[in-house]
C-alpha cells in the first residue's frame, strides 16, 4: 500500500515560516510529479506548488516569490519552504503524488492526510 505522510504545519505569526515535509512510503516503482495543495474554509482545494520528477516547478499565483518548492527523489520526498506568511495563508495543506506502485501498469493520485496551517495577523 502507498502513502504519503505529512509533517510540519503549525500556528506561526505573520511575517513567519514554516516548512512542510512529505514521504511517500510502500511499494513504489516511481514518482511522477508532486504538489502541495490548499483548501481553507468551503473554498476548493487550490495548487500551492507542485514539482516534477526532473525539478521544474510551477507555484500558484498568491505564493510566487514566498514559497520554494523541493523533493529528493531516492528518499520520495517534497517539501515546501514557506516565508513571509499571510494570515490569507491559512489552511489545510495537502500533499500530492503520481505514483506508480511496483507491479502496476498505471499511475495513482495519492494523497496526505492534510496538515493545518494557520497564520494569525
Known sequence: QVQLVES???LVQAGGSLRLSCAASG???????MGWYRQAGGNQ???VARITSVGSTNYGDSVKGRFTISRDNAKNTVVL??????PEDTGVYYCNAKIRPWG??????VW???TQVTVSS
Not at 511499494?27 to 510529479?33: A, E, G, Q, Y
Open 27 to 33: 511499494s513504489i516503482l516511481s514518482v511522477n510529479n
Open 45 to 47: 482545494r487550490e495548487l
Open 81 to 86: 519552504q514557506m516565508n513571509s506568511l499571510k
Open 8 to 10: 510540519g504545519g503549525g
Open 104 to 109: 502496476i501498469r498505471d499511475e495513482y493520485d
Open 112 to 114: 496526505g492526510q492534510g
